[in-house]
């Protein structure tokens, strides 16, 4: 809706509202709290109208895991005669808004975890809207941004599972906004965490007023199905030096009289008592200054404690009886994430720069996050099968943080990464850098660095179908179901190519087969395909209407699931059309 039009309509008065008009005003006056901006249209929007975007592979950018392939369709197989298995990676080279939107389709609730890290407005030509960088002085800087991310929000918030979660880098600059564009679009009451990050290792000192030393991570759950994950928990290992010969592992000593807060006897009176020492002289809780304290458990406890020898006496340098119970190194021991991360745990920006360095050899991403930072989100976000997605891909951390998560802990997670070009960034930086990490790399020290070599990465360019949307041709519609071939291998999961030609695709995992029919003239052809395999098969078949040729399958129909196209892509992307144009 353009607000200054309707503006000059309404100050005029020469003609009526619409009733689409009527609606509008409506709903910004029935809003009881929350932003309101004017909304900016997007050329990149507005060309969802009347051309779909689809996804074309550039198979000379695809690597295999273990450099396996050896020509486009032709693989090594393993003993079982099954293609390497290796998670399945994507980078999509072209407007976010438009990779979205082909994923609206793909992969509608199937991430778990996304993480963004977007322009953050700062007026320092780090935001682009229609071409042009959007300034301080702009009046309508703060609504192109919300213009800008909310509706890129909203389409990343139907890619979510119901236990999915977004991770969103921000500062100063609009994270007051953030926060309140997505408690309406997530729900307040799906907010999980604002996250201050110190994104530095020493203030600056050169600041005029404060030194910045944080940004943030915004935090929010799809629904109240996602769960925290706890994290691991630091231990100080030399700490713990001494051997309990009985049990073979490591303890440290800690005091039984309760130190710190809630340490007096006037806190917990039931916790002060007396207990025999070796030689039969009572000890009492009592603290260095003579005040008295209280024990960390009742009297029951302690004397479980001793019976299973978890309770030392010692005398101390006054030759007083002090009592000790034993704590061991826990194995694999968890705590809950706080929101305050500092550097020494997760990174910073200097480090960030570092790793982008020893992989190019030189600066070639100006604002890079640590490996480390995104380790940390998918740590709480995420599972080792998760799917991760990040639709600002930038120098392409988030894929680095994955494999490298997934090399550490023998996980199966695979992501998604989505960026434009410019400048030859998605080409020269984000998937440079992924190529590198895959196969191994000599860095800036000359040293070389072996590759995470168990992974596939596809590179996709979105590309569009033009076509009326209302009444498409019958020429468009084929054009759309053609054209869409690579879209449905992602879809379905089915990378690995056995036949595609003017009648048919043949594509196919290690657990079923997917067929493309661009013409049911070629149905029989396909019928005699299946009749040969003992998979399931997925069929997307060409037809004019909704019409799925059930009964041209009937003889296979146990191992078949249809699909008509192209109305089920139309059907994704006008649903999308009528929320954005």
Request: charged residues 30%; glycine residues 4%.
């Amino acid at each position: 809706m353009n607000l200054d039009e309707l503006r000059q309509k309404i100050t005029e008065g020469k003609s009526e509202l619409s009733l689409e008009e009527k609606s509008y005003l409506l709903r910004l006056m029935e809003k009881p709290y929350g932003l309101h901006w004017e909304d900016k249209p997007e050329a990149v929007e507005e060309m969802l109208a009347t051309q779909l975007p689809v996804l074309h592979e550039v198979p000379d950018k695809f690597i295999l895991a273990n450099q396996t392939l050896q020509q486009e369709g032709t693989l090594n197989f393993d003993a079982d005669k099954n293609p390497v298995a290796a998670p399945n990676h994507l980078l999509i080279e072209g407007d976010n808004l438009h990779a979205l939107a082909v994923l609206n389709y793909t992969h509608t609730e199937k991430v778990d975890v996304v993480y963004i890290d977007p322009p953050y407005n700062t007026g320092n030509k780090d935001f682009m809207y229609n071409d042009r960088y959007v300034d301080k002085e702009d009046s309508y800087r703060h609504s192109k941004w919300l213009s800008f991310m909310e509706k890129r929000l909203r389409l990343a918030r139907n890619l979510l599972k119901e236990t999915g979660v977004i991770f969103i880098s921000i500062d100063d600059n609009e994270q007051a906004n953030l926060k309140l564009l997505c408690d309406d679009i997530f729900g307040e009451e799906n907010f999980v965490a604002k996250i201050s990050w110190q994104k530095v290792y020493s203030p600056r000192m050169d600041s005029k007023g404060f030194s910045s030393e944080v940004e943030y991570l915004i935090c929010y759950a799809k629904s109240n199905e996602f769960q925290v994950n706890q994290i691991k928990k630091n231990q100080e290992t030399k700490q713990f030096n001494k051997l309990d010969t009985k049990t073979g592992k490591y303890y440290r000593r800690r005091q039984w009289r309760k130190e710190g807060s809630n340490s007096k006897r006037s806190d917990r009176p039931n916790l002060y008592y007396s207990i025999n020492a070796p030689d039969n002289t009572l000890i009492y809780p009592i603290k260095p200054n003579k005040s008295e304290g209280r024990w960390r458990g009742n009297l029951i406890y302690f004397e479980d404690l001793k019976k299973n020898d978890l309770i030392e006496f010692i005398k101390d340098k006054q030759n007083k009886w002090q009592i000790y119970v034993k704590q061991f190194l826990e194995e694999d021991a968890k705590r809950p994430p706080t929101n305050l991360w500092m550097n020494d745990d997760v990174g910073n920006t200097h480090e960030a720069a570092v790793e982008i360095k020893s992989i190019f050899g030189m600066s070639a991403f100006s604002t890079p996050k640590p490996t480390k930072l995104v380790n940390r989100i998918l740590e709480i976000g995420g599972n080792e099968s998760s799917l991760i997605l990040d639709f600002f891909a930038g120098s392409g951390t988030t894929l680095h943080a994955t494999m490298q998560l997934n090399e550490e802990d023998g996980g199966n997670r695979t992501c998604i990464l989505v960026t434009n070009n410019e400048n030859k960034i998605c080409e020269e930086v984000t998937y440079e850098r992924n190529k590198r990490v895959i196969q191994g790399y000599t860095n800036n020290k000359n040293q070389w660095v072996s590759g995470l070599k168990n992974n596939n990465l596809r590179y996709y360019r979105t590309g569009f179908v033009e076509t009326n949307m209302a009444h498409p041709s019958r020429k468009q519609r084929l054009e759309l179901v053609r054209k869409a071939t690579d879209m449905l291998r992602i879809k379905e999961d089915t990378y690995f190519k056995e036949l595609q030609d003017a009648e048919m695709g043949i594509f196919y995992n290690t657990e079923k087969y997917m067929l493309v029919i661009y013409d049911d003239e070629f149905i029989e052809r396909a019928v005699d395909f299946i009749q040969g395999v003992d998979k399931p098969v997925n069929v997307y078949v060409f037809s004019d209407d909704q019409y799925t040729f059930e009964e041209d399958f009937e003889e296979v129909a146990d191992k078949v699931t249809l699909c008509a196209l192209p109305e089920a892509i139309y059907k994704a992307y006008k649903q999308l059309i009528e929320k954005f144009v």
